[in-house]
């Protein structure tokens, strides 16, 4: 992430740039599949659609690579990067300043004294979905008491970590 794309986020222009990458990419994707010919690559929009998701895999490298399913979800040449990107990462940490530190301490995913260095996602962050099928039995939020029935169409605010398998499953999508 450079500086522009911090300007752009405080801005407001990231959410209206990703809908017109994501209507581009659409259109690109239903021309492709319709014409005759092989067309030529849309580079810039590409490359903004592969920055996010780098964006997203840098954010939580080490815990990716920590976590069997997550490797699992990743394409091929995702996880080449991810592996290149941390040991990468790695060696400039260990070069720039990790080296001067005892042995015992030079891990990046250290989980002394009960805490881990491992920066994992915020899974109770709430996400905007819309359920794709009716949900006979209620939808409960983990340490509340609260529930609540969900209907095909319908949106819904709430935290990640309750409606995951949802979304996996397919029978709920993010907003």
Known sequence: MDIEDILAEAGGQSAAQETSDLQALVRAWITERSAPEILPWPDSLMERVLRRINQQ??????????????????????????????SILE????????????????????????????????????????????????????????????????????RWSAIREMVLDGDAELL
């Open 91 to 158: 060696a400039h940490y260990h070069s720039s300043f990790l080296s001067q530190f005892p042995t015992s301490l030079q891990k990046l995913d250290d989980t002394a004294g009960g805490i881990s260095m491992v920066e994992q996602p915020d899974v109770d962050k709430a996400v905007f979905l819309r359920a794709l099928r009716h949900f006979d039995t209620p939808v409960f939020v983990e340490g509340t008491d609260m529930g609540f029935q969900m209907r095909k169409g319908d949106i819904y605010v709430v």
């Open 57 to 86: 895999i840098d954010k939580h490298a080490l815990y990716i690579l920590k976590t069997a399913s997550l490797c699992s979800r990743l394409s091929l040449s995702e996880l080449q990067y991810v592996k290149t990107h941390q």
